[in-house]
């Protein structure tokens, strides 16, 4: 038998695999789905469409998310049981998603969906900060799982749903076969592996450590407290940061599967694990966050993370380049997350006081999964249509340019602005390297 706070640290890493595997199945190769022309097996949107379809979402979802989750999560029920019942509502709406073909029947379910899954990124994070004796260090540990999670989600869908004739390779993602040829029609039955990956996380959440409510808390509700965050200096600048980052974060989502197929010429099969290139470094990057932190302080790294995401879109954007090049450009991608959000979510979880914790990290969450996905939607359709000639063909050379751009701002912004308000005197004078 395991020590009680090895078991501990144990469920909390299945939690976070299995948190972003049900997340990691469908959103790398959606927008490849819903963008491709029907005569190739997909519904025909265009970006704008499938920007909206995945903005619009994301956004409804984050902003009542307050409501939804940290009202009940730090008020009246604990945080697994909140999370059980969100998964499985969640996990059966997906499953009804799959099987529609209309804009608004994808558009109005996919703001259901979000609407519940949203929350649950937020819990799983301060059930995890609960239950941690030194989160600076250990949450990027536990959190790392939730890689591994996305990345053995999107190799297997692929594995076992589009191709036949699979063997072994040298190569990532390990194996090579024969592309189905519905292969495009099929990607919209990650929705449905979604949904039962779902199901399976709602009732491990029966075993998840108990993390009640705090009824002792003085503030009536715990989001209206959360969001007096924002009197504070460091947590307004970080905020304002996050918002043109999780704008062009987004957007990554919404185009980077149509661009890898129709300039890059991978195919169907190949995106998913093409994507999860990123997950790999993100890898790395959370084990070393904690280090990282510790002697860059928390400007220093987000302010890597930030010029990680202007230098994977100039990137993309450089047409010139050989495909394998552009393609191992996802690593940056473990810099981009890790080094801006981890680290974001590991502040805002020091900045806030104990009784408000799941609510901070919820109304942070309005900014990373909410303004910034609504924004990118209109944003995507405003360059997607500026940049697209009289044939049609969408110039994806100059669409990055111009997000590579925007993060290039970011950066500097953020950097003559943000002071660490939790270290006196220091960004992070009491942090423990990671072990």
């Excluded at 299995?18 to 997909?42: D, I, N, S």
């Excluded at 029966?206 to 924002?230: I, N, S």
């Excluded at 999860?276 to 070393?288: D, L, P, R, Y």
């Excluded at 359709?381 to 669409?399: P, R």
Aim: neutral net charge.
């Amino acid at each position: 038998m395991l020590p009680v706070k090895r078991q501990t640290y144990l469920r909390l890493s299945v939690m976070m695999l299995l948190q972003y595997g049900v997340w990691g199945v469908w959103l790398p190769v959606l927008a490849r789905y819903l963008q491709a022309e029907q005569a190739e097996g997909g519904l025909g949107f265009s970006p704008g469409q499938v920007g909206w379809i995945l903005g619009l979402a994301s956004s409804i979802g984050a902003v009542t998310a307050p409501f939804v989750a940290g009202q009940l999560a730090d008020r009246s029920f604990s945080t697994q049981r909140v999370l059980a019942v969100l998964l499985l509502a969640g996990g059966a709406i997906k499953i009804l998603t799959a099987y529609q073909t209309t804009f608004s029947a994808w558009l109005w379910l996919s703001v259901a969906y979000s609407v519940l899954y949203t929350p649950t990124l937020a819990l799983s994070n301060s059930l995890a900060f609960a239950h941690l004796d030194d989160p600076d260090s250990q949450f990027p540990k536990v959190r790392v799982w939730g890689t591994i999670g996305w990345i053995a989600a999107s190799w297997a869908f692929p594995l076992f749903w589009l191709l036949s004739d699979v063997r072994f390779s040298w190569l990532p993602p390990f194996y090579v076969g024969v592309e189905a040829a519905d292969a495009t029609a099929r990607l919209v039955d990650s929705l449905i592996w979604s949904g039962v990956l779902a199901f399976g996380y709602a009732l491990f959440c029966l075993v998840l450590p108990p993390t009640p409510p705090r009824r002792d808390a003085e503030e009536k509700l715990a989001f209206a407290k959360a969001f007096a965050l924002f009197r504070k200096r460091s947590f307004a600048v970080l905020v304002l940061a996050s918002l043109p980052i999780a704008v062009i974060h987004q957007i990554y989502f919404m185009q980077t599967a149509p661009f890898m197929s129709e300039v890059l010429g991978l195919p169907d099969s190949r995106i998913g694990p093409a994507m999860s290139i990123g997950q790999f470094a993100e890898i790395a990057v959370m084990v070393a966050t904690g280090w990282l932190l510790a002697r860059l302080g928390f400007r220093g790294v987000i302010v890597i993370g930030a010029f990680a995401y202007c230098a994977r879109y100039a990137i993309f954007g450089s047409d010139f380049l050989p495909v394998e090049v552009i393609v191992a450009s996802q690593a940056l991608h473990g810099l981009c997350y890790a080094c801006f959000f981890a680290a974001a979510f590991i502040y805002v979880d020091r900045i806030a006081e104990p009784d408000v914790r799941h609510s901070a990290q919820t109304v942070f969450g309005i900014v990373i999964l909410g303004l910034g996905p609504v924004l990118a939607a209109p944003v995507l359709q405003v360059l997607s249509e500026a940049f697209t000639n009289d044939a049609g063909v969408l110039d994806y050379s100059a669409l990055w340019y111009s997000l590579s751009a925007l993060a290039l701002v970011t950066m500097l912004g953020f950097g003559a602005l943000f002071r660490d308000e939790t270290s006196p005197g220091s960004d992070v004078a009491d942090l423990n390297a990671v072990s």
